[in-house]
């Protein structure tokens, strides 16, 4: 199957630097990839949506100043996660659906867990 | 609004099956989804549903009834391994994917 891989997979910072987590997928082109994010015993929540060549479309409630997202690419997107606090450490999955796909299907990344000091 | 109930834990024991259900409401439809997910990894793909009926892959099976918003996910000959969360998800109009909670799968020796 097609592969997704996010890095890093472990990041620790102090409070107040940014964070930037990479999604690449490396044997298909991906013109949408999704970023989630985790929370300890709960669902994924879905953030935003970043389509190559434009600007990412943001769930409400996620600040689009705070978390960055760059679709530079059909192989990259990347969150940056800007003057990081506490509260937002988590756990951030990427996902990417392939061109030529007809069925939907999503291909995620490994996640990227964050702590922020 | 958009809602996905699945239960939130279960407990079967090694080499039985087991049933997981999950009912959804989306706004559209185009497909129901189940992932599997151990803890502190990434969910993986098990299961994509369009159409009524049962898909069989090896010792799992994904149903689906769109008329009733219902699929359940089975699993056969359970092992150790396959404790974990399994995620339901149902794809609306606008191609985004509504998430269950999970259920939490335990199995017991």
């Known amino acids: 199957g097609a592969v997704v891989s996010q890095h890093p997979s472990r990041v620790i910072c102090k409070s107040g630097t940014s964070v930037k987590i990479e999604c690449r997928s490396l044997?298909?082109?991906?013109?949408?990839m999704f970023w989630y994010r985790q929370f300890p015993k709960k669902s994924l929540m879905l953030m935003a949506t970043?389509?190559?060549?434009?600007?990412?479309?943001?769930e409400q409630g996620v600040e689009k100043d705070k978390f960055l997202i760059n679709h530079a690419s059909l192989t990259l997107s990347t969150l940056t996660v800007t003057s990081a606090h506490p509260e937002d450490s988590s756990f951030y999955i990427c996902?990417?659906?392939?061109?030529?796909?007809?069925?939907?299907?999503?291909?995620f990344g490994e996640g990227s867990r964050l702590t922020v000091l | 609004g958009q809602n996905i109930d699945q239960p939130t834990e279960m407990t079967a024991t090694e080499g039985a099956i087991v049933q997981i259900n999950c009912t959804y409401q989306?706004?559209?439809?185009?497909?129901l989804f189940w992932y599997q997910q151990h803890a502190g990894e990434a969910p993986t793909f098990l299961s994509y549903?369009?159409l009524d009926g049962l898909e069989e892959k090896g010792r799992f099976s994904s149903f689906l009834s769109r008329s009733k918003g219902y699929s359940y996910l089975l699993l056969k000959e359970l092992q150790m391994k396959d404790s974990a969360s399994y995620l339901c998800?149902?794809?609306?109009?606008?191609?985004?994917?509504?998430w269950g909670a999970g259920t939490k799968l335990i199995i017991k020796p």
């Open positions: 996902s990417a659906r392939a061109v030529s796909a007809d069925t939907g299907e999503l291909f």
């Open positions: 044997d298909f082109q991906a013109t949408t």
């Open positions: 970043s389509n190559e060549g434009s600007k990412a479309t943001y």
């Open positions: 989306t706004s559209g439809f185009n497909g």
């Open positions: 549903n369009v």
């Open positions: 998800a149902a794809m609306d109009s606008n191609y985004q994917l509504i």
